[in-house]
């Protein structure tokens, strides 16, 4: 449930009511809008808690949160959630770009790719050093070694780094080499690597599984919100439908559906919603235009001999294209396109 104050209250009574919510066991989220100020309770609320702090000094009204979903809600926060990474800022006024390979593979590759999309103006750079494979006998990433040249690439460009974690195991080895924690698809519903991301205090991208609902997702968001951490973002990277053209189906509407339920950012990735490099700008636009606070894109220096997603990956040429594109679009919704750091 949460809390909205009354138009007139003081800091003491907002103070009052934090106190005593701790005193119950319970602790508050305090968000200030611009017209109201909400106190989101987070614990295991009862319904007679609701008389209990409706008649505390300050309070307008307790309302129930009526969603499965508590922390991710609107209704829980009412305003947008920005996540700061390094001089990024993630779910404001800008679109902001992250890009680079599906898979590290070489130092050469990683810096390569890491300046060009830099230079095209992308604001975070991508590259996974553990790599979820349908089949065990495709290339499962680098490992450390991999991270090690996600560094240099950070070092070298001053692009923050987004990378895929898989197991909790290595979320602390990872958290020393990124900036961003990405939890893949296939790993979306694995709630004790969740828990994990949560408790690091690590910025998170959480991915949509391939069969998840938009409310499967948020609730697996909730396991990393409820552990403290509320530096996440979400990623729709398409879902598996009856479709086969495409590797996956993107679900364009479930990027106003977030904007609409919950406070969190919302990137969209084409590449891994299309499987084809030409459908990505296209699909890049079409969630720009929906209200996308940023965007992830595969590319690679040599698409044709890349160890994965090739298909799906831009060259250095297509991706400076794109970024050209997006910038009227995101106009058109009234959006910027984040300059480059
Ligand atoms: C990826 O980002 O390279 C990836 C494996 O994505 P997903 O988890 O969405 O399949
Ligand atoms: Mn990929």
Redesign the pocket.
């Known amino acids: 449930m949460f809390i909205v104050m009354s138009r007139g209250h003081t800091e003491g009574e907002l103070k009052g009511i934090l106190d005593r919510l701790s005193e119950m066991g319970f602790s508050g989220h305090v968000s200030k809008g611009v017209e109201r100020t909400v106190i989101g309770v987070v614990g295991r609320t009862y319904p007679e808690l609701r008389d209990t702090l409706e008649f505390l000094p300050g309070v307008d009204e307790v309302v129930p949160i009526t969603k499965p979903y508590k922390l991710s809600s609107r209704e829980f926060q009412p305003q947008d959630t920005v996540v700061r990474v390094g001089d990024v800022t993630i779910g404001g006024a800008e679109l902001v770009v992250m890009a680079g390979p ?2 590290v593979e070489t130092e050469r590759q990683v810096l390569d790719t890491a300046r060009a999309v830099k230079a095209a103006g992308a604001n975070i750079f ?1 590259g ?1 050093a553990f ?2 494979s349908t089949s065990p006998y495709q290339f499962r990433g680098l490992g450390e070694e991999g991270l090690k040249m996600l560094a240099m690439a950070r070092e070298e460009t001053g692009l923050p780094i987004i990378t ?1 974690v898989m197991t909790p195991r290595d979320v602390e080895l990872v958290s020393r080499y990124a900036d961003i924690l ?1 939890v ?4 979306m519903q694995n709630f004790v690597l969740l828990d994990e991301v949560g408790m690091s205090g690590m910025p998170v991208m959480l ?2 599984g ?1 069969s998840a609902t938009i409310q499967e997702w948020l609730l697996s968001a909730e396991y990393i919100l409820s552990q403290g951490n509320h530096k996440l973002l979400l ?1 729709e ?2 879902i598996r439908t009856f479709e086969t053209y495409t590797r996956n189906t993107m679900d364009v509407s479930s990027i106003p559906v977030i904007e609409k339920v919950s406070h969190l950012p919302i990137i969209a ?1 084409p ?2 919603a299309t499987g084809k490099w030409y459908l990505v700008a296209p699909m890049a636009l079409a969630a720009v235009a929906a209200g996308a606070d940023g965007l ?1 894109i ?1 590319v690679h220096p040599s698409p044709d001999t890349a160890l ?2 090739g298909v799906q990956s831009l060259t250095f040429e297509n991706f400076k294209r794109l970024m050209a594109q997006i910038v009227p679009v995101a106009q058109a919704v009234g959006r910027r396109v984040m300059a480059s750091v």
């Open positions: 599906c898979a991508r996974g790599k979820p895929e990405q893949g698809a296939r790993n991915k949509r391939m990623c990277r398409g990735d590449s891994h992830i595969e994965k997603d």
